[in-house]
């Protein structure tokens, strides 16, 4: 959990304007299943990607585990195909 919560913690110091919108909510104790939209301008690199700003929309698909209410284990996939093609353009 140490690294998850590092990572998150980076993504909030690269990404300004980040929000964690959900679009679609699945609760199957102990496991809760998200669908995250994520609508923002990354600063510098993300994914390995050069967004340098730009504005992009992206989701990403996770599945948490809880055990005594606390997270015990993450699962997750970010759409960086999405992101990949916007670069594009």
Known sequence: MA???????RNVRDIPDLRFETDLLVV???????RLKF??????????????????IFYENVFYRFDRARIVQVWSIVDKAAIEAQLEV
């Open 28 to 34: 199957q104790p102990p496991q809760i299943g998200s």
């Open 3 to 9: 690294g998850y919560r590092g990572m998150l913690e």
């Open 39 to 56: 609508d923002c301008r990354p600063i510098g690199s993300f994914f390995d990607l050069p967004i340098n700003g730009r504005h992009v």
